[in-house]
């Protein structure tokens, strides 16, 4: 069973338009991590949210993290070619050392 | 600045053989971890230490063996390579925790299992 579902799991939009993606639970999460993998690379952290209801932006990207953090959305605004990669939301497990990932959103940008 | 540093970038075994991929980072953390990525499952955790001389099992530790005797580098061990272990490594390191900070991880190991 997997303990973040991240949806779509695959995502081709065109260049100037935008684009959400989901990243859902049944348990609650002291916090999210959003990371951007790109071919070949490792991910990249891109943005922590810690506070339900909690919004962060990153110049067109903007992360949500639900009222009752379970749940977190990312919204990229007019998406670019750089925006293309794998975005994987991560939350840190109670008594373990280590982070669950979701198994991620693949976005396309068509330019 | 380096970072996370992970070789080989690209290996193919055949089954039975062994070898070690190598990870090292100069940003002085003391926490470190191996994942593996495979299509359809996600990032899944190997190993990790939380410091020089410490690790410990993650979710799929079976087949891989680390060691950690200085908080630079964290090797990871296939003592006897198996298809399923065909798979994109990735080595990561973190200062605050690895649950709770950020995760610098390296670039990557393709490593096909023959």
């Known amino acids: 069973t997997q303990l973040l579902e991240q949806s779509p799991q695959f995502l081709s939009i065109q260049e100037g338009e935008n684009l959400t993606v989901y990243c859902n639970s049944s348990?609650?999460?002291?916090?999210l991590q959003w990371y951007r993998q790109e071919p070949g690379e490792g991910p990249v952290l891109l943005v922590t949210?810690?506070?339900?209801?909690e919004v962060k932006k990153l110049k067109r990207l903007t992360f949500q993290f639900g009222d009752a953090r379970k749940d977190s959305s990312l919204h990229i605004t007019a998406a670019q070619p750089g925006d293309t990669g794998l975005y994987l939301c991560?939350?840190?497990?109670?008594?373990?050392?280590?982070?669950?990932f979701g198994k991620g959103n693949q976005v396309v940008v068509i330019p | 600045n380096a970072g996370v540093t992970q070789t080989p970038k690209f290996q193919v075994l055949k089954t039975g053989q062994s070898m070690t991929l190598q990870c090292a980072q100069d940003?002085?953390?003391?926490?470190m971890s191996w994942y593996r990525q495979d299509p359809g499952m996600g990032l899944r955790l190997i190993h990790y230490?939380?410091?020089?001389?410490?690790?410990d099992q993650g979710e799929v530790p079976n087949g891989y063996n680390v060691s950690r005797s200085t908080t630079e580098d964290f090797p990871l061990r296939l003592l006897s390579a198996a298809p399923s272990q065909t798979s994109v490594y990735f080595c990561?390191?973190?200062?605050?925790?690895?649950?709770?900070?950020?995760?610098?991880f390296g670039e990557g190991s393709r490593l096909t299992v023959l």
């Open positions: 990561a390191s973190s200062w605050t925790g690895l649950n709770t900070g950020e995760l610098f």
């Open positions: 348990s609650v999460f002291s916090s």
């Open positions: 949210v810690v506070t339900g209801g």
């Open positions: 991560a939350g840190p497990l109670y008594g373990n050392n280590r982070l669950a």
């Open positions: 940003m002085n953390h003391e926490y």
């Open positions: 230490s939380v410091g020089a001389g410490i690790t």
